[in-house]
């Protein structure tokens, strides 16, 4: 197997991905490009493996804040999946989101939320509506709707993404404590103190028993916490957490 072989441009997918999840991401982008360049070389155009690596590079694009050049890319995923695997496929109901996700970050509401939507109806309709894909969808459209003020609505969908999660990870699943602490900084931003301090401490546990007591995700829940009660004026039970 030579550089140039389609199998050398995965490894190097997945090592960037690697250096991705790590933050290095001067390091994952050249490798994302080679490995870009390899299958574009091997594939025909709109072969799936060509969509996942442009997937790949808007999604770190996103995380650098080069905004432009994300959504080049992720509407090139979005394309070549179309082509590829067909409009109801559940890499087009991804890359609709990923699309989505960028929009959020700029406060383009409107689309974002048009994306979300598709990507919902692909995931309700392919896997049905108990599908831990159709949760992530619910949770995205909620905090879409948080973050546009609409928090009524934000709390419906919240609320069904947890009851999907519960129903098919049980009750100590570290994504039903997300669903948890997600309802709870949305009652947190409502000044609704005592539910936020409910659903905060029933995340807890389940994520100290998941991740352990150290994990950077219990620092942001017990921060989370604090900042919850010296809202309240409670200084010292802030202090304990802070």
Do not use: C
Not at 96 to 122: D, G, P, T
Not at 135 to 164: H, M, P, Q, T
């Amino acid at each position: 197997m030579g550089p140039d072989h389609p199998d050398f441009g995965t490894s190097l997918s997945h090592l960037a991905v690697l250096y991705f999840s790590q933050g290095r991401y001067a390091e994952a982008e050249p490798l994302m490009k080679r490995s870009l360049t390899i299958k574009e070389n091997a594939y025909w155009s709109r072969h799936s493996s060509v969509a996942t690596s442009h997937s790949n590079l808007g999604s770190l694009y996103r995380a650098q804040g080069r905004f432009r050049e994300a959504e080049v890319q992720i509407k090139l995923s979005l394309e070549l999946y179309e082509m590829a695997l067909g409009h109801e496929h559940q890499s087009v109901a991804t890359s609709l989101s990923n699309l989505a996700e960028l929009y959020l970050l700029q406060a383009r509401y409107l689309e974002a939320e048009a994306l979300h939507e598709r990507s919902f109806a692909i995931r309700e309709k392919v896997l049905g509506h108990e599908h831990p894909h159709v949760a992530i969808s619910l949770n995205n459209l909620a905090g879409l709707y948080r973050a546009r003020g609409d928090y009524a609505k934000a709390e419906v969908y919240y609320k069904r993404s947890l009851a999907i999660r519960e129903m098919v990870f049980g009750p100590d699943h570290p994504d039903v404590a997300g669903s948890l602490t997600n309802l709870a900084g949305l009652y947190n931003i409502q000044g609704r103190y005592a539910e936020a301090e409910e659903f905060y401490k029933r995340g807890q546990p389940i994520l100290e028993r998941a991740l352990g007591h150290e994990h950077p995700h219990i620092a942001v829940l017990l921060n989370n916490l604090a900042g919850l009660y010296r809202a309240q004026g409670d200084y010292a039970k802030a202090e304990v957490y802070y």
